[in-house]
C-alpha cells in the first residue's frame, strides 16, 4: 500500500506502519489493530481532528481486510468453476487425448481464457443488476430521476470512506423515507451517518441512523445548524455517554426517540433527555417503563404544579412560573429537595400522598433524586 497522507498507513515488507507503530503484515494483526481503533475512537469527541483521522485508518485497515476476504471468495470461485468446467470436459477430453497430445497446453490455456473472460462479465453484469436495484431504490424513496441518482452517485464516489457505495445509497434511501430531498441535504445525511456508522456501529442497534435523522429534524437542530452538524452532535452526545459511563448507546438512542414527544414540548433539549437516560440506565431501568414514567411526571408536573412545589419546597407562584419558563429546573429542584429527605422509607409515604406510588414512577424518581 503506498503512503497516503489522509490515513498514515504504509505497507512494507511484512509490517504495516501506523503514525509510525508497527504491526506484523496479516490479517490477525490488522484485525486486532482496527478493534484497538474502534474502541478507542469511542471515547473521542465526534468531528475532532483526532477522531477524523482514527476513523479514516480504521476505514484503511477494514479495506484491507475487505480485500483479502475478497480475495479468498475469488479464489474458491475460480477454483470450484474450474472444477466444475474440469468435470464436463472430462469424457470430451478423454476421447480427444491421443489426437491432441501436442496441443494440450495450448487448448487448456484456451480454456482458461474463456472461463475468466465469462467470470468477469458475469460479475460486471451482477455488480450492474445489483447497483441498478440500488438505484432504483433511491428514485423510489427521494423522488429523485435516474439521472439525478447518478448525479448524486458521483458525489459518493468522492467521500473519503471505505464504506460500499450500495451501503451509501441506502442510507441516501433512509433520509428519502424521512422526507429528506435534494442533493445537498442527501448528502449531508449521507456523509453524516457514516461517520456515526464507523464510530458507533452496532453498538446503536436497529433504525438507530434513521431515528437520529428524525430527532435532528424535531427539536430543530437541523434548522439551526444543519443537518449534517445536528446528526454529528446527536451522535457525539450519545458516544460521549456512551464512553463516560456504564449507560449503553442504544438504550441512550431509543430513550430519545421515546421521550421526543414530551421533551420537544417541554423545551428539553436532546443533551438533557440523554443524561437523564444514562443514569437510568446505570441504575438497570427498563427502557420502555422508565421513559414512559418520566413522560407521565413531566405531564403531572404540568397539571399540577402546586402539588409539586410542595414537593419542591418552593412557592407556589413561583415553582409554577418556573414550570412554564425552565420545566428542567423545576424537575432538578423537585429532585434536589427529594434526594435531601432521605431513602425509600421516608419518600414512600410522599409519593403515595402525591399519586405517584406507581412502580415505574417510583422507581424512577428515587433514582434521579439520588
Known amino acids: 500500500m503506498a503512503k497516503s497522507s489522509n490515513d498514515k498507513v504504509v505497507r512494507r515488507g511484512v509490517y504495516l506502519?501506523?503514525?509510525?507503530?508497527?504491526?506484523?503484515?496479516?490479517?490477525?494483526?490488522?484485525?486486532g489493530e482496527c478493534k484497538k481503533l474502534e474502541s478507542a475512537v469511542k471515547r473521542m469527541t465526534v468531528g475532532s481532528e483526532e477522531y477524523v483521522q482514527t476513523t479514516r485508518k480504521i476505514q484503511v485497515l477494514k479495506g484491507i481486510i475487505a480485500e483479502h476476504n475478497q480475495t479468498l471468495r475469488q479464489t474458491e470461485n475460480q477454483l470450484k468453476a474450474?472444477?466444475?468446467?474440469?468435470?464436463?470436459?472430462?469424457?470430451?477430453?478423454?476421447?480427444?487425448?491421443?489426437?491432441?497430445?501436442?496441443?494440450?497446453?495450448?487448448?487448456?490455456?484456451?480454456?482458461?481464457g474463456?472461463?475468466?473472460?465469462?467470470?468477469?462479465?458475469?460479475?460486471?453484469?451482477?455488480?450492474?443488476?445489483?447497483?441498478?436495484?440500488?438505484?432504483?431504490?433511491?428514485?423510489?424513496?427521494?423522488?429523485?430521476?435516474?439521472?439525478?441518482v447518478i448525479d448524486l452517485n458521483e458525489s459518493l464516489k468522492e467521500m473519503d470512506t471505505r464504506t460500499a457505495r450500495t451501503e451509501l445509497n441506502r442510507l441516501a434511501g433512509e433520509a428519502g423515507k424521512l422526507g429528506i430531498q435534494g442533493k445537498k441535504?442527501?448528502?449531508?445525511?449521507?456523509?453524516?451517518?457514516?461517520?456515526?456508522?464507523?464510530s458507533l456501529g452496532e453498538d446503536l442497534?436497529?433504525?438507530?441512523?434513521?431515528?437520529?435523522?428524525?430527532?435532528?429534524?424535531?427539536?430543530g437542530d437541523a434548522d439551526r445548524m444543519g443537518l449534517k452538524q445536528a446528526m454529528l452532535s446527536i451522535g457525539s452526545v450519545i458516544n460521549h455517554l456512551g464512553s463516560t459511563s456504564s449507560a449503553a448507546e442504544g438504550y441512550l438512542t431509543e430513550f430519545i426517540a421515546r421521550m421526543a414527544g414530551v421533551g420537544k414540548q417541554a423545551k428539553l433539549?436532546?443533551?438533557?433527555?440523554?443524561?437523564?437516560?444514562?443514569?437510568?440506565?446505570?441504575?438497570?431501568?427498563?427502557l420502555e417503563a422508565s421513559s414512559t414514567a418520566l413522560q407521565n411526571i413531566l405531564m403531572k408536573i404540568y397539571q399540577d404544579p402546586t402539588k409539586f412545589a410542595k414537593l419542591a419546597k418552593m412557592d407556589v407562584q413561583e415553582f409554577a412560573e418556573l414550570v412554564k419558563t425552565d420545566i428542567n429546573e423545576a424537575f432538578l429542584q423537585l429532585l434536589d429537595n427529594l434526594g435531601k429527605l432521605g431513602d425509600m422509607n421516608v419518600l414512600a409515604p410522599i409519593f403515595k400522598e402525591m399519586k405517584l406510588d406507581g412502580s415505574e414512577a417510583t422507581a424512577v424518581l428515587a433514582d434521579l433524586a439520588k
Open 114 to 148: 474463456i472461463t475468466g473472460v465469462m467470470l468477469t462479465m458475469r460479475k460486471a453484469v451482477n455488480d450492474y443488476l445489483s447497483l441498478d436495484s440500488v438505484y432504483s431504490d433511491v428514485m423510489k424513496y427521494t423522488g429523485m430521476t435516474r439521472d439525478e
Open 269 to 286: 433539549d436532546i443533551p438533557t433527555i440523554a443524561a437523564y437516560g444514562a443514569v437510568l440506565d446505570q441504575d438497570m431501568q427498563k
Open 17 to 31: 506502519y501506523i503514525d509510525g507503530n508497527e504491526i506484523k503484515n496479516d490479517i490477525k494483526s490488522i484485525q
Open 185 to 198: 441535504d442527501l448528502l449531508d445525511f449521507v456523509q453524516a451517518a457514516d461517520v456515526i456508522n464507523v
Open 82 to 112: 474450474n472444477a466444475r468446467e474440469a468435470k464436463n470436459n472430462d469424457g470430451m477430453f478423454r476421447k480427444m487425448a491421443d489426437g491432441f497430445n501436442n496441443y494440450m497446453g495450448m487448448i487448456t490455456a484456451f480454456i482458461a
Open 205 to 219: 442497534g436497529e433504525d438507530a441512523i434513521k431515528n437520529i435523522g428524525k430527532l435532528a429534524q424535531m427539536f
